[in-house]
């Protein structure tokens, strides 16, 4: 009789053999092609589970599984993908005096967190460009034809609108925002130029519209949003500190318990061009005045707001101070000074019988020009010879008093009321002349050093005016500097230094003032700070319909990827059990043809001899 020897698959305990007629009423697969079929049915469980959820076996019961969806973040170079189906758009016209501009800007849905703003990010064409378009002139150039606005908005909105996927532009949201130049119009003639733009753009265009979504702004508002922009940029929204980072103890504004909170501290934001002068900053404490009226002035700068999506959040509501002094720009101060030299010299001239500045041989001796650099000031009636001197020191001297200084506390340019600045734990950023004055001659452009500037605005000052025009026409200001630039330079050096140090009160020691042109390589403009604050309540949409997707999703992930960690482990254990099963079914049987083969009734068991022939029929 023919034996089946099990001794390769068990250990020698195990040992044993089976008769070769018992094994057709087993009807079971070989004990190897079980075990095969069991590592099999676990191995493309395990695969299953990894396609489902996306993780391998030692991650499917960790904390770190989550199931929201990952959305991409914009990054600021690359090419906006106008094909992705969760971009959103919006548009900001900025409608200035010597023209208007659209900026295309873009977002992905919100990811959900409340704490968190939208990533708002400039749209990017093909060539990675922004997608920006200027038109000239300024809007306010049709205050006698109001008519004819929507035609003079039309090519900005239909740039755009190439721009934009089409099936978007209904949800895109659109606002024209008119600055300066509407700002001194007459009303009567700014609500006619705006009421054409309200009744002509929805019928040309499919945007997002409303008639409150064309205004004109005021300083205030443009400052606030500058300052928005400016700290969105640097991150100072973004509540996640990191270890060493500066944080401002808050007295939330609107809290009645004065709710104190711990944040990252903002960046103030300078700026000074031709004819005006700003700055704007956090203001975390609550405010103290010297007096009623004070008090009354203070309300029209500062502004408290929620740049949240929900209003009963606080983490996000800021109290900024805001101002604007128009006349104390580079170029409207250098006037200013003109005009002022030109009437007192006038005037000694005609009390003392003097000819002082008549001629270029008497000529007005100017501090605030470079050394021996002649120039002409005044009207062609009273016109003056000028001659530079250079003296940097002195210049600062004479300028002082343009700046309208008060003795009152908390004062600064032209007695406005500023609010205490607490230097030891600020930032600011200056842009524009506070980045020209330091930077395209001076080269010091970056983190300010008031001592260290002094000095090379002295140096330039006492420089020949003629080793200045050579170094000029060697090329050396070339890329930076005009000569417009080389001229005034002096001027406009000791026009900066006093506006800093002494209208705005700013220590001369102060380190933590940054002259800039761009913030991480880009120019940032107050239409981001805009859209920003007016699209502020849009998160509130896709965290409710990530809510309830969240429900929703959460519940059918768990269930799918819980169930199916059972079902797997189930199954395993089926395989698991089935062989032990079958082993304890194969002992039985051997125990029992052992009994039925023993010696005494099985004689060739005795001889050892083998039967080749067994009966077929038992």
């Known amino acids: 009789m023919g034996r089946i020897s099990f001794s390769c698959l068990f250990p020698a305990s195990w040992h044993f053999s089976l ?18 079929i069991g590592l099999l049915l676990f191995l493309l469980g395990a695969l299953y589970l990894f396609l489902v959820t996306g993780k391998l076996p030692g991650s499917w019961i960790t904390k770190e599984n989550n199931f929201h969806r990952h959305i991409a973040r914009v990054t600021d170079m690359d090419r906006t993908d106008a094909s992705n189906p969760d971009l959103n758009y919006g548009l900001v016209v900025d409608c200035g005096s ?16 409340p704490h968190e703003l939208l990533d708002i990010r400039q749209m990017r064409d093909q060539n990675r460009k922004s997608v920006i378009m200027k038109i000239k002139p300024g809007i306010s150039k049709l205050a006698q034809t109001p008519e004819k606005a929507s035609d003079y908005i039309y090519p900005l909105l239909s740039f755009a609108a190439e721009h934009i996927p089409k099936n978007k532009h209904i949800e895109t949201p659109l606002y024209i925002l008119c600055t300066a130049g509407m700002r001194i119009l007459p009303e009567s003639q700014q609500e006619a130029i705006l009421e054409d733009l309200r009744t002509d753009i929805p019928v040309h265009f499919n945007f997002l519209f409303s008639d409150s979504h064309v205004e004109v702004i005021s300083g205030k508002q443009e400052g606030v949003y500058a300052w928005i922009g400016i700290n969105f940029v ?57 007096s009623p009226e004070q008090e009354e002035v203070a309300k029209n700068l500062l502004a408290e707001f929620n740049l949240g999506c929900d209003a009963h959040r606080t983490d996000h509501v800021y109290r900024v101070y805001v101002s604007t002094f128009l006349g104390f720009g580079g170029n409207a101060a250098r006037q200013k000074y003109e005009q002022s030299l030109v009437k007192s010299t006038t005037t ?39 001659l530079g001197t250079g003296d940097f020191d002195q210049c600062r001297h004479v300028l002082q008093p343009f700046l309208n200084r008060t003795n009152e506390t908390q004062t600064s340019l032209s007695g406005i009321f500023q609010p205490a600045i607490d230097y030891s734990n600020s930032q600011f950023y200056g842009f524009s002349e506070f980045y020209y004055c330091t930077e395209d001659v001076l080269r010091m452009g970056g983190d300010y050093n008031a001592s260290k500037y002094a000095q090379a605005a002295k140096s330039y000052c006492a420089t020949q005016w003629k080793t200045l025009r050579e170094c000029f026409d060697s090329g050396l200001y070339a890329s930076h500097a005009d000569l417009h630039r080389l001229q005034y330079q002096c001027f406009k050096s000791a026009w900066m230094y ?7 009160s700013f220590p001369p020691d102060y380190k933590n003032l940054k002259t800039a042109f761009l913030v991480y390589d880009k120019e940032v403009q107050w239409t ?3 859209i920003l604050f007016r699209t502020r309540f849009l998160p509130l949409r896709d965290i409710q319909q990530e809510s309830l997707k969240g429900v929703h999703s959460h519940w059918r992930h768990s269930f799918s990827v819980v169930n199916n ?51 077929i029929n038992l």
């Not at 990191?242 to 709710?259: L, T």
């Not at 000819?355 to 005044?378: N, V, Y």
């Not at 006093?498 to 705005?504: T, Y």
């Open 498 to 504: 006093e506006v800093l140090h002494s209208g705005f």
């Open 348 to 386: 000694r001239n005609k009390l003392f019988g003097q000819r002082i500045g008549e001629t270029a041989d008497s000529p007005l001796l100017d501090p605030c020009l470079p050394t021996d650099l002649q120039d002409q000031i005044g009207t062609h009636e009273q016109k003056l010879h000028v």
């Open 234 to 290: 640097l991150g100072k929204f973004d509540h996640a500190r990191n270890d060493g980072e500066a944080v401002v103890e808050v007295n939330v504004p609107g809290s009645d318990q004065q709710e104190r909170l711990v944040r990252k501290r903002t960046a103030g934001v300078l700026d000074m061009g031709g004819v005006s002068t700003q700055i704007a900053f956090e203001v975390p404490k609550t405010v103290s005045f010297a």
């Open 19 to 36: 008769p070769s007629q018992i094994l057709p009423r087993l009807l079971l697969p070989s004990f190897r092609q079980l075990l095969f």
């Open 565 to 615: 960690l059972y079902l797997l482990l189930v199954c395993f254990f089926i395989v698991v059990l089935s062989i032990i099963l079958y082993v304890l079914r194969l002992r039985r049987i051997h125990r029992r043809s052992a009994q039925r083969c023993s010696p005494s009734s099985v004689p060739w068991l005795e001889d050892g001899l083998g039967s080749p022939t067994l009966p």
């Open 98 to 113: 010597s023209g208007s501009r659209v900026y295309v800007y873009c977002w992905p849905s919100h990811n959900g967190n």
């Open 528 to 530: 981001l700070g805009a």
